[in-house]
């Protein structure tokens, strides 16, 4: 009964490749949204659904590429990996998008190393 | 650009002690957010508080606000080593914007 899952949990690949995050929520909210962790631990949002629509999309490379085939899946797409893009990245959903009143539930993760 | 910093990087005390970590930011909030990180974990929130609040409690935990030095800490008493983990502040800078993370404190608690 995980509220917010990723998978998958450990992702290893080639420079150049495309990759898959898939993320799902089963706590009914409205807003998802996807952060990345950098080796600092800096955490960024990248970008944010609410009702299956794109309302935030920070300055993030158009290889990323969102995507929620419903409310209750956000799944992040990644072409041409760079080495930059190694990371750990976080899905997260909120009851609805209230900036900063709203309390976000993260799931466990995505550790992504390009080698 | 990095709203919230936190203050310690990081803080090794003993099992009993206080812990106590703040949070500086440099633009108006609305709302301020603690939450912590354990290893390898996502995060998970702690507490919420409004631009209009000064102090609030859950259990062990107690944080308080000062917006006229744009600041918050993060108390937690009693220390227990599986407080062991990071604390990041988060903040809404303006109006409905995204959380904006600090880049924690790293608390670790010896038994």
């Known amino acids: 009964d995980t509220a917010v899952s990723q998978t998958p949990k450990y992702l290893v690949t080639q420079m150049g490749n495309d990759k898959s995050i898939k993320c799902e929520q089963n706590?009914?909210?409205?807003?998802m949204y996807w952060y990345k962790q950098d080796s600092k631990k800096f955490l960024k949002i990248m970008f944010s659904?609410?009702?299956?629509?794109?309302?935030i999309n920070e300055t993030v490379p158009n290889r990323f590429s969102p995507k929620s085939p419903d409310k209750a899946h956000l799944n992040l797409h990644i072409n041409s990996l760079e080495l930059g893009d190694s990371a750990v990245y976080f899905c997260?959903?909120?009851?609805?998008?209230?900036?900063?009143?709203?309390?976000?539930?993260f799931g466990p993760g995505t550790r992504l190393l390009v080698l | 650009s990095q709203q919230g910093e936190e203050d310690p990087q990081a803080l090794s005390i003993q099992e009993g002690e206080n812990a106590t970590m703040n949070c500086s930011y440099k633009?108006?909030?609305?709302?301020l957010q603690w939450y912590r990180q354990n290893s390898g974990r996502g995060l998970v929130h702690l507490i919420l508080?409004?631009?209009?609040?000064r102090e609030k409690h859950s259990g062990r935990l107690r944080v308080t606000l000062d917006t006229s030095k744009k600041s918050s800490s993060l108390l937690i008493t009693a220390s227990r080593a599986a407080d062991t983990a990071s604390y990041f502040c988060?903040?809404?800078?303006?109006?409905?914007?995204?959380?904006?993370f600090g880049k924690g404190t790293r608390l670790s608690v010896i038994a």
């Open positions: 988060a903040t809404d800078p303006s109006g409905n914007t995204p959380l904006v």
């Open positions: 633009t108006s909030i609305n709302n």
């Open positions: 508080i409004r631009s209009n609040e």
């Open positions: 997260a959903s909120s009851r609805d998008y209230s900036g900063g009143a709203e309390t976000q539930y």
């Open positions: 659904y609410n009702n299956k629509e794109l309302i």
């Open positions: 706590l009914g909210h409205d807003t």
